[in-house]
């Protein structure tokens, strides 16, 4: 007895799984990531983008990053209450033309990274610290609830 049920290899399965069985082309949908905490972010274009973590306390948000091979007065830290930008440059080490390497990884030039961040902070109190190539920024969230006593002068 012939089986006349064909089992399928995994591109046949991609393919019913694009929902067109009956098509030859493969057709795969874009993946779909979801939103984090309603953090956005943008990054500029010809230039490498900087790895970060972004994460939040009760009181703060915090970033963190690792911008190797980069001194921290090289670094270009710009806050605004809704946005960070981290920016900088990698230089490539001298002297090591491009035919003598055998593979190449690292990212050297300019980078930078936009963060446009949950919720407003206070930009005059924010803190860049950086320990053994982690450079961690701690932004304390504007209190909205927090009141100020405003006194009237006499003229």
């Given at each position: 007895m012939h089986n006349t049920n064909k089992k399928r290899s995994f591109f046949g399965w991609l393919k019913n799984f694009a929902n067109d069985e009956e098509s030859d082309d493969i057709t795969l949908k874009e993946p779909e990531f979801p939103e984090s905490n309603g953090l956005i972010e943008e990054t500029k274009n010809s230039e490498g983008e900087l790895a970060i973590d972004v994460y939040q306390t009760a009181t703060e948000i915090i970033v963190q990053t690792m911008p190797a091979g980069v001194r921290p007065d090289d670094l270009v830290i710009s806050i605004t209450p809704e946005?960070?930008?981290?920016?900088?440059?990698?230089e490539a080490p001298h002297g090591v033309n491009d035919e003598s390497y055998m593979l190449r990884e690292l990212y050297w030039g300019s980078f930078s990274?936009?963060?446009?961040?949950?919720?407003?902070?206070q930009p005059d109190e924010a803190e860049a610290i950086e320990k053994h190539g982690l450079l961690v920024i701690r932004l304390p969230k504007l209190d909205k609830t927090k009141q100020h006593r405003l006194k009237v002068k006499m003229v």
């Open positions: 946005t960070v930008m981290i920016s900088g440059k990698r990274r936009t963060i446009v961040l949950p919720e407003e902070i």
